[in-house]
């Protein structure tokens, strides 16, 4: 989404390092510059002023003057204020004090409200809830349908009693001549809290009605809805590809039902994604959710800091590291560490199982967008295959479980087999026992101290103190041609040598006597014809 935001800024800070000191022109240059890319990202006009005018305030201040590396500083403002148009803070839901917590959705017709309804219920699901999906858009043609598939996904239940418009025509109103009913979205969203309340559901998501585009029938229609049910939360649902658009559409909808917070959807797509930057700032309310892709897991809590990280190239490790927790199972990482630990092989079911988790943490795209600096290889993670993956788990499925944890027994015969079971070549089947077979002996290099192949050990590890401590071979050097210089070196050779530590300490054995560094060694352990060295 701020593919050319986080560009534009990445190369205006980029030409401020190396700098030890900045002048006034050199602020104004890069103010300009952010100027301009918040401009191509359809970021509200007022929000640029305000946004600019705050950076170039604190960048001619002591803050960057007296700093010892201004352009760090600079990056650091920049974050500082973008944290601040984008909410600030991160807000949680208000929930009922006594259940259900009704929460109301609004929005234009193509935001994406009704999939949002079946990902904030899968969230809730998540977490231990019991949430009731509302179908009270009656008037978008096949809307409570859509609703029913979208529950179904995300194994919530949905309350329909009403199936609405399901013939196409785009007309809802009272019963008459040339107009026909579908049903009263209010009534359908007081009976859905009733049933919520008789079956013991502790949310309600409501699913209202949007149109192509704002107008007093829709508003009309919320502002019924909203007086009927007094949701704890109304949510504002936007598309943040609108661009310029959602700063006028989100004042429309704050005058017509005064929402409680923002929800942006479409993350995911190439737009520019001004809105995202607009939306909190032009309304003060903040974004509470953000919508990253159309599975039902693709949802999460918006983060102001974790975003603005994003936008400036710096990845987003927190939001990374509790996808991992919520994916990976503690008993399997616990084993996976035991075995790391032991030095045991690492079999194919145990890669199974860490393909499955990183498929619950979702894209494997967007996961390693979310580290630090990725956006400088955008292009390479762009042409990534993940199906990649599905062609490796088919040739591991196709092995037996004896073949699974005895790599090394899979003969050409097997690798035939397996080859034909999962419809690859076997030159395939033979690559991937091969990359396997490294693999192994990478995981049980780590293990013993060894570091990976080409790199220094790992101290800390077990076995770390024979190759973590080796050093270097260092180079002998040459005597000098100079003899004054020659005859210094040759000074501190002597000295070197004199402050060496006794010959006996070398063959493990202590000094007996201070007088006699030899004393202590045992002639018959010493090479035939060394006997004579020790007379003298």
Excluded: C
């Amino acid at each position: 989404m701020f593919t050319s935001l986080s560009d534009r800024l990445t190369a205006t800070f980029k030409n401020l390092r190396g700098k030890g000191k900045l002048s006034e022109s050199d602020v104004n240059k890069t103010v300009r510059d952010i100027r301009l890319a918040l401009l191509e990202a359809d970021v509200a006009l007022p929000v640029v002023k305000d946004f600019t005018a705050a950076v170039r305030e604190r960048a001619l201040g002591a803050e960057v003057s007296q700093a010892l590396n201004p352009a760090q500083q600079i990056i650091k403002i920049v974050n500082e204020e973008l944290v601040e148009i984008l909410g600030q803070h991160t807000r949680p839901l208000r929930l009922a004090k006594t259940a259900p917590t009704v929460i109301m959705l609004a929005g234009l017709q193509g935001s994406g409200k009704t999939t949002l309804a079946g990902k904030l219920a899968k969230w809730f699901k998540d977490q231990g809830d019991t949430p009731l999906l509302v179908a009270a858009d009656l008037q978008r043609p096949n809307a409570v349908t859509q609703l029913e598939v979208v529950g179904q996904r995300a194994g919530v239940p949905v309350f329909a009693p009403e199936r609405g418009n399901v013939g196409g025509h785009d007309a809802v109103g009272p019963t008459g001549e040339g107009t026909r009913s579908y049903g009263d979205p209010v009534e359908v969203a007081e009976d859905g809290i009733q049933h919520a309340i008789s079956k013991l559901y502790n949310v309600v998501i409501v699913d209202t009605a949007g149109r192509l585009a704002v107008d007093e029938e829709l508003m009309q229609q919320a502002a019924d809805i909203k007086d009927a049910i007094e949701p704890d939360e109304t949510l504002f649902v936007i598309d943040a590809m609108i661009g310029q658009a959602a700063v006028e559409t989100a004042h429309a909808f704050q005058e017509g039902i005064d929402f409680s917070g923002v929800v942006l959807t479409k993350l995911d797509g190439d737009a520019r994604g001004g809105a995202a930057l607009s939306v909190a700032k032009i309304t003060g309310r903040p974004i509470m959710f953000a919508s990253t892709g159309e599975g039902v897991k693709d949802f999460e809590i918006f983060h102001p800091d974790r975003m603005a990280s994003r936008i400036l190239d710096m990845g987003d490790l927190l939001t990374l590291i509790e996808q991992a927790e919520r994916a990976f199972d503690k008993a399997q990482a616990a084993e996976m560490e035991r075995k790391f630990l032991a030095a045991e092989d690492f079999t194919f079911d145990d890669f199974l199982g860490q393909m499955a988790a990183i498929k619950r943490m979702g894209s494997l795209k967007s996961m390693l967008k979310m580290m630090p600096g990725m956006n400088q290889i955008r292009d390479q993670l762009d042409a990534l295959d993940e199906r990649e993956f599905d062609r490796i788990e088919a040739m591991i499925r196709s092995m037996t479980p004896f073949e699974r944890n005895h790599p090394k027994q899979i003969n050409g015969s097997r690798r035939a087999r397996i080859a034909a079971g999962s419809g690859h070549t076997v030159a395939e089947v033979n690559d991937l026992v091969k990359r396997f077979g490294e693999a192994q002996k990478m995981m049980k290099s780590l293990a013993k101290g060894g570091g990976i192949p080409g790199m220094p050990g790992m101290p800390g590890l077990p076995g770390a103190g024979k190759r973590g401590r080796q050093a270097a071979p260092q180079r002998k050097k040459g005597k000098s041609g100079n003899p004054a210089k020659r005859a210094e070196q040759e000074r501190a050779a002597a000295s070197a040598a004199a402050a060496r530590p006794a010959p006996g300490s070398s063959f493990g054995g202590g000094l007996t006597d201070p007088k006699d560094p030899y004393a202590s060694l045992d002639p018959s352990k010493l090479p035939k014809g060394f006997e004579k060295f020790l007379g003298q």
